[in-house]
């Protein structure tokens, strides 16, 4: 378990397991002054499995689902494999057209630094966060 102050006096807390529950494997929630999110899967894995997402704001009494755009659906639905299967979708296209929508490696450094800004790098990165660029 971690848990943690953020920037803003907000809090952060993190349980994290392996193994199979019958209960909930993944469970995600984000409470807000204006709302609250859930994410929920069958596994306890997000980049593997396919995640469901509620959400509710303002009078709401309860989540609702919220479905995901078919506009950020790069390829058929394929069980555990789907998230591979959208990242391939984006990298071909990346490949094809010259764009820039699947991650990279530089990508992964910036948020690493980013997240890491306040505790020392096991090693040096030449990357700038955007947080810290603005200052």
């Known amino acids: 378990m971690k848990i943690a102050a953020l920037g803003a006096g907000a809090s952060r807390s993190i349980h994290y397991r392996g193994g199979h529950s019958r209960g909930t494997n993944l469970l995600w929630e984000i409470n807000g002054t204006e709302g609250d999110l859930q994410l929920t899967a069958a596994g306890g894995q997000a980049q593997i499995f396919e995640m469901t997402v509620r959400g509710g704001k303002g009078a ?55 997240s890491t800004r306040s505790r020392r790098p096991r090693r040096p990165v030449s990357v700038k966060c955007p947080v810290d660029a603005a200052k």
């Open 60 to 114: 709401q009494s309860s989540l609702e689902l919220l479905p995901v755009p078919q506009q950020y659906r790069w390829s058929p639905p394929q069980g555990p494999a789907t998230n591979v299967a959208q990242a391939y979708a984006r990298f071909a296209l990346d490949y094809r057209e010259g764009t820039h929508l699947c991650p990279t490696f530089d990508d992964a450094a910036r948020a690493t630094a980013c």
